[in-house]
């Protein structure tokens, strides 16, 4: 990204896109599915059926609506902070990329429940019974995989120096060694007195 503005106008507007992609196959699920209909999109692996998730992603802690809301208030907080924070430097749009793919799952998942009341899901993996999920799960899980990735193999810890900074965003940072002021030295040129 070239600069700040940038930045955040193509994150509002993928992020947009995402959520609305999210949005719309969840709506074409209930629709068509909700009857009970099972579209079989490649036979034996994987399916389209409807089921209502009152629980987090993949169905886990059922019906701790509070906690979710303030879990995900907390992640998009998180990532707003961070995408403030993150410097335009082309060395961190795979970064930049994950951080907007997760808030756009959070924020997916986050207006079904407060809509509905639960997740709307439609997504099953045939093969190895994968718990029933949608667009915005997909998001997250690829997303925090990738993060993994990033943060393992390719991104030095002090690529990250940039979340801690008192600096702003743009700002230079330098590595720890290079933080550290140098002692004072005496100017061994001059004699000393006696």
């Known amino acids: 990204m070239k600069n700040k503005t940038s930045q955040y106008t193509f994150f509002i507007l993928v992020s947009s896109l995402a ?8 709506a074409l699920a209930s629709k068509y599915l909700m009857s009970g209909y099972v579209y079989k999109l490649i036979p034996n692996i994987i399916e389209f059926t409807y089921v209502k998730n009152r629980g987090a992603s993949f169905g886990i802690l059922q019906n701790q609506m509070i906690f979710f809301y303030v879990i995900t ?14 410097p335009s430097e082309q060395k961190y749009f795979p970064f930049y990329l994950c951080i907007l793919f997760i808030f756009s799952g959070a924020s997916g998942n986050l207006i079904d429940r407060v809509v509905n009341g639960y997740v709307v899901d439609f997504i099953y993996f045939k093969p190895i019974n994968f718990p029933v999920f949608n667009m915005a799960d997909i998001y997250i899980t690829v997303s925090v995989f990738f993060l993994f990735i990033l943060a393992v193999f390719i991104y030095k810890e002090d690529d990250m120096a940039f979340i801690s900074s008192k600096k702003g965003s743009d700002a230079n940072t330098k590595s720890a060694s ?17």
């Not at 959520?19 to 969840?26: A, H, M, N, P, R």
């Not at 290079?178 to 006696?194: A, C, L, V």
């Open 73 to 86: 208030a907390a992640v998009m907080g998180m990532i707003s902070y961070t995408i403030y924070k993150l």
């Open 19 to 26: 959520v609305w992609l999210d949005i719309f196959t969840k």
């Open 178 to 194: 290079e933080r550290i002021e140098p002692f004072y030295e005496p100017d061994r040129n001059k004699k000393s007195k006696k």
